[in-house]
């Protein structure tokens, strides 16, 4: 049994319940079986006796429970039945014990806290979470524990004691801790406050529980340097570090653990004409466990034209780019919404937003980068501008202008990756060279090859001539990448393209972590 914990600190009333609840939703959608538990640490036995003004809804369970609102969460959210002895309060647990010392179960010794009190919870959890809960056979694979309260509450105190013995006991590969904290506004500055949530993950390692991630509560999506100073000082990694911000209600809740991906293209009319890059994406997702959440933008739409003859499209296009997780741009044919693509690799260049550009994805990248950078303004294909005066991507020799059918360059071909520690390299395994599909009549200029590497943009893979570029990274950037062969052909379910897989790592910010192990 794998166990994850939720707790919560600076104020009650944090949505520990929506939020453990919501765990449970993204891990049973990746196949696993989930029960829940919830511990209740005020002294009445159970909810039946309370005020509804006081402490919300007695809900209630197929055996006659009347249990916490919470438990009705972890119901609805995960469709399980759940039985009264998967809500613990402290009047359950003293009354138990206080039973057995009656029995004289305990043989004389004196009963206290610590080991009598302790040992009861952690006997009572681990026993509830044996229960088939989803009406199949066996025991669940993973419990939701939800400790209500706050850290630092007294009469939470011996629950977080058991549950640091737990963690002790079943090792660190079965344990998870999840911390909700607020991170308040003050001021007309408007400025994130982290203090709060430092002070509380401080108890709770003085009480002997480090949390393993934070789940942050707040009005606004958490800004970057928010998170970095809740890594610097919580010590939890910044990858670790989830923004659970307002929504309009909480089913949105889940949803703020998938990845959202801005796939920008000619074709979106019709997503079939993606399928494989889409299918690519949820073989990636999966590998990590999370639900692509693909965002379709007219490449058209991103356009400066497009502000003045369709303003409302042109907004809604950059608003969904600009709260991307990543950016793709994949393949495609003719010249329109070419400038919107372009504009759609600069923002990802600049902004540092992974990027993925396939086949005209990673020619985009090419043209975009010789104009800002190289400052060659009429930089183009001459799929584009034949008359360009900047040809950085340039017609095959070996193609044919006056045939379509079967005359592009197709089919597996070897590209050679002569840079080992390109990412790259490191994400196909450091192999010297690989083996994928091609699709295309146009490819990268080998005669400002030169110009744009010492620019910064690095040629990392190339053909078996060593002239044909298919591999492009640039530098200081956590993943800018385009490739003139087409991965997502060779991608499955269990093997997930490495690109693609990189791709999505970097969106969540995990890929360092993947390349170190």
Same mark, same amino acid.
């Given at each position: 049994m794998? @166990?994850v914990?939720?707790?919560?600190g600076?104020?009650?009333g944090?949505?520990?319940?929506?939020?453990?609840?919501?765990?449970?939703?993204v891990?049973?959608?990746?196949?696993?079986?989930?029960?829940?538990?919830k511990?209740?640490?005020?002294?009445n036995?159970?909810?039946?006796?309370?005020?509804?003004?006081?402490h919300?809804?007695? #809900?209630?369970?197929d055996?006659?429970?009347?249990?916490?609102?919470?438990?009705?969460?972890?119901?609805?959210?995960l469709?399980?039945?759940?039985?009264?002895?998967n809500?613990?309060?402290?009047?359950?647990?003293?009354?138990?014990?206080?039973d057995?010392?009656?029995?004289?179960? @305990?043989?004389?010794?004196?009963v206290?806290?610590?080991?009598?009190i302790?040992?009861?919870?952690?006997d009572w959890?681990?026993?509830?979470?044996?229960?088939?809960?989803?009406g199949?056979?066996?025991?669940?694979?993973?419990?939701v +524990?939800e400790?209500?309260?706050?850290?630092?509450?007294?009469?939470?105190?011996?629950f977080i004691?058991?549950?640091?013995?737990?963690?002790?006991?079943?090792?660190?590969?079965? #344990?998870?801790?999840?911390?909700v904290?607020?991170?308040?506004v003050?001021? %007309?500055?408007?400025?994130q406050?982290?203090?709060?949530?430092? $002070?509380?993950?401080?108890?709770?390692?003085?009480?002997?529980?480090?949390?393993?991630?934070?789940?942050?509560r707040?009005a606004?999506?958490?800004?970057e340097s928010?998170?970095?100073?809740?890594?610097?000082?919580?010590?939890?990694?910044?990858?670790?570090?989830?923004? +659970?911000h307002?929504?309009?209600n909480i089913?949105h809740?889940?949803?703020?653990?998938?990845?959202?991906?801005a796939?920008?293209?000619?074709?979106?009319?019709?997503?079939?004409?993606?399928?494989?890059?889409?299918?690519a994406?949820?073989?990636?997702? +999966?590998?990590?466990?999370?639900?692509?959440?693909?965002?379709?933008?007219?490449?058209?739409?991103l356009?400066?034209?497009?502000?003045k003859?369709?303003?409302?499209?042109?907004?809604?296009a950059w608003?969904i780019?600009?709260s991307?997780?990543?950016?793709?741009?994949?393949?495609?044919?003719?010249d329109?919404?070419?400038?919107?693509?372009?504009?759609?690799?600069k @923002?990802?260049?600049e902004?540092?937003?992974?990027?993925?550009?396939?086949?005209?994805?990673?020619?985009?990248?090419?043209?975009? /980068?010789a104009r800002?950078v190289?400052g060659?303004?009429?930089?183009?294909?001459?799929e #584009?501008?034949?008359?360009?005066s900047d040809?950085?991507?340039?017609?095959m020799?070996?193609?044919?202008?006056? $045939?379509?059918?079967?005359?592009?360059?197709?089919?597996?071909?070897?590209?050679h990756l $002569?840079?080992?520690?390109?990412l790259t390299?490191?994400?196909y395994?450091?192999v010297?060279?690989?083996?994928?599909?091609?699709?295309?009549?146009?490819?990268?200029?080998?005669? %400002?090859?030169?110009?744009l590497?010492?620019?910064?943009?690095?040629?990392?893979?190339?053909?078996?001539?060593?002239?044909?570029?298919?591999?492009?990274? /640039?530098?200081?950037?956590? /993943? @800018?990448?385009g490739?003139? #062969?087409?991965?997502?052909f060779k991608?499955?379910?269990?093997?997930?393209?490495?690109? /693609?897989?990189?791709? +999505?790592?970097?969106?969540r910010?995990?890929?360092?972590?993947?390349?170190?192990n």
């Amino acid at each position: 049994m794998k @166990y994850v914990l939720v707790t919560g600190g600076v104020v009650s009333g944090l949505g520990k319940g929506v939020t453990a609840s919501s765990i449970g939703v993204v891990l049973k959608a990746c196949g696993l079986g989930v029960t829940s538990i919830k511990i209740d640490p005020y002294l009445n036995t159970d909810a039946g006796t309370m005020s509804p003004f006081e402490h919300g809804e007695v #809900f209630v369970l197929d055996d006659g429970g009347e249990v916490d609102l919470d438990l009705g969460n972890y119901e609805r959210f995960l469709d399980v039945t759940l039985t009264k002895d998967n809500n613990i309060t402290t009047g359950k647990i003293y009354q138990s014990v206080l039973d057995k010392e009656r029995k004289g179960d @305990y043989l004389g010794k004196t009963v206290q806290v610590v080991p009598h009190i302790t040992d009861a919870i952690k006997d009572w959890i681990e026993s509830v979470s044996l229960i088939p809960v989803d009406g199949k056979e066996g025991q669940a694979d993973v419990c939701v +524990i939800e400790l209500g309260g706050t850290v630092g509450d007294i009469e939470s105190m011996p629950f977080i004691e058991a549950l640091r013995q737990l963690s002790f006991s079943v090792g660190p590969d079965n #344990f998870c801790l999840i911390h909700v904290s607020l991170i308040p506004v003050l001021g %007309v500055v408007g400025e994130q406050k982290t203090k709060p949530t430092q $002070h509380t993950v401080r108890e709770l390692r003085a009480l002997g529980l480090t949390p393993h991630f934070l789940a942050c509560r707040s009005a606004q999506p958490l800004l970057e340097s928010t998170k970095a100073k809740l890594s610097q000082f919580c010590h939890v990694a910044a990858a670790n570090i989830l923004n +659970i911000h307002d929504v309009p209600n909480i089913w949105h809740v889940p949803l703020l653990l998938r990845v959202q991906i801005a796939m920008v293209g000619k074709y979106i009319g019709l997503t079939d004409s993606y399928l494989s890059v889409v299918k690519a994406l949820l073989h990636a997702c +999966i590998a990590c466990s999370l639900k692509p959440h693909i965002e379709w933008i007219a490449a058209s739409d991103l356009e400066d034209e497009s502000e003045k003859s369709t303003p409302e499209a042109h907004a809604a296009a950059w608003k969904i780019l600009k709260s991307a997780e990543c950016i793709l741009v994949p393949g495609g044919f003719g010249d329109r919404g070419v400038s919107g693509m372009v504009l759609a690799a600069k @923002y990802a260049r600049e902004n540092k937003i992974p990027y993925l550009g396939i086949c005209l994805g990673m020619q985009i990248a090419v043209i975009e /980068f010789a104009r800002s950078v190289l400052g060659l303004e009429r930089a183009n294909s001459t799929e #584009f501008d034949a008359q360009t005066s900047d040809p950085v991507v340039i017609f095959m020799p070996e193609g044919s202008r006056t $045939h379509m059918g079967s005359t592009m360059r197709l089919g597996s071909r070897r590209t050679h990756l $002569h840079n080992r520690d390109s990412l790259t390299s490191k994400l196909y395994g450091q192999v010297s060279y690989v083996d994928e599909r091609h699709r295309h009549r146009y490819e990268v200029n080998p005669e %400002v090859a030169q110009a744009l590497e010492e620019a910064g943009l690095r040629f990392v893979g190339k053909d078996d001539t060593g002239k044909r570029v298919e591999v492009i990274e /640039f530098q200081d950037h956590p /993943f @800018y990448v385009g490739v003139q #062969f087409h991965p997502e052909f060779k991608s499955r379910p269990t093997r997930p393209s490495p690109l /693609f897989l990189g791709f +999505i790592l970097a969106a969540r910010k995990l890929l360092q972590a993947h390349l170190s192990n």
